[in-house]
């Protein structure tokens, strides 16, 4: 047996047009009696492949009403009776128009296939899809009735926040400030809930947090000091290794093999959120190489 997720949705049926004349809606309610079930299913999204029976049997959420993704999103879509188009709705809007179906085993069956980066969808977020199915015209009389039924879907992308608690450190702990504070989870980021560099000019002032792994890094938010003092986070490096750095000033960073160097310019926000990086690495830093700005104060670090 195939281990899919597959959702079994069978809806009230609603009648385009049919305010117009009632009579033809038990007329579609004939036509697509018996034949009104819609279908979803897809393989396990964590692992890309069909789910195993312990896998489906440890599903602890609801799968009829959301599911999570990290990456690809590909879903089978099937209905019973011959389908025009299903078209893809987010916020009320059409994102994609399915037109391709192929029948199989008496299913009308279209694919959506996506990713989180395409739709948008932000790390912790939710994203509502309404799948709009809009039958073939049923064809009799000669009038061009449609049925619609509707299937909703909630993608939710759960990915882990990979620095909570790992080991980080800085090139110094200054006002009783520490390197932990900014991967405790907490994102307030009044002082004294930063951490807050002094090193003295010459030296570019650091954080840095150890992920303990390699992971393919897509995502990193970073919140900016909000009680003051915010104008001082920019022109600051994000470095990424899965080596450990060993050495401190920003042009030896940049000569070490196999790091990363994302530039900033930007004054950072509460949070800045810099996505699509899809880098491996393990360690993540965020340096000055500004002499002048020696107070690196960051209330939070999050990595995706
Ligand atoms: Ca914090």
């Known amino acids: ?56 049997a440890a599903l602890e959420y609801d799968p009829k009403k959301e599911d999570f993704f990290t990456g690809p999103i590909n879903l089978t879509l099937s209905a019973e009776a011959k389908l025009l188009n299903i078209q893809v709705i987010n916020n009320n809007e059409v994102i994609e128009t399915i037109n391709d179906f192929t029948e199989v085993n008496g299913l009308y069956e279209a ?96 954080w840095e947090v150890d992920l303990e792994n390699v992971h393919n890094i897509r995502q990193i938010n970073i919140y900016n000091r909000t009680d003051c003092c915010s104008e001082l986070l920019t022109d600051y490096h994000v470095f990424i290794s899965e080596e450990p750095f060993t050495e401190n000033s920003v042009a030896a960073i940049q000569a070490q093999p196999g790091v990363t160097d994302i530039f900033q310019t930007s004054i950072a926000g509460h949070p800045t959120k810099l996505t699509d990086i899809n880098v491996m690495g393990r360690f993540v830093r965020i340096q000055f190489d500004s002499t002048d700005a020696q107070f690196l104060e960051i209330g939070e670090v999050e990595v995706y």
């Open 1 to 56: 047996m195939k281990n899919i997720l597959s959702i079994l949705v069978v809806l009230s049926l609603v009648i385009m047009g049919c305010e117009k004349e009632l009579d033809y809606q038990f007329k579609i309610d004939d036509r697509l009696k018996g034949k009104d079930q819609l279908f979803l299913s897809h393989a396990n999204p964590r692992t890309g492949v069909d789910y195993t029976v312990e896998e489906l």
């Open 111 to 206: 694919t959506f296939n996506s990713t989180v980066n395409d739709l948008g969808v932000g790390i912790g977020e939710s994203f509502p899809i309404t799948f709009k199915f809009t039958y073939d015209n049923l064809g009799e009389d000669g009038f061009n009735y449609n049925a619609v039924l509707s299937l909703d879907f909630l993608i939710r992308d759960d990915s882990p926040n990979l620095a909570l608690n790992k080991p980080s450190r800085a090139s110094s702990e200054a006002y009783g400030t520490f390197a932990a504070t900014a991967n405790d989870g907490n994102t307030n980021s009044n002082y004294p809930n930063i951490v807050h560099t002094a090193d003295p000019i010459g030296v570019d002032s650091w």
